[in-house]
């Protein structure tokens, strides 16, 4: 899986998606930094708040959620 951070601050993402980790938020907007995990990813916007999203296994996006 890969992300990519576009110029007008949003994310794109390609690449296996079992789950739902390329499935980038529609709304994402105002990105400053990215991160990719084995079934999640993980965006910083600009306001300091971060969106994840993917697998909740584990509880590594469920405080996250978009």
Known sequence: MCL???AA???V???RNSYGQTD???RLTNVTAIAAGGLHSLALKA???V???GTG???RTSLLRA
């Open 24 to 26: 980038v938020p529609g």
């Open 13 to 15: 993402a390609w690449g």
């Open 4 to 6: 990519s951070a576009r």
């Open 57 to 59: 296994a584990g509880d």
């Open 47 to 49: 306001d300091g708040t």
């Open 9 to 11: 601050t949003s994310v």
């Open 51 to 53: 969106v994840g999203w």
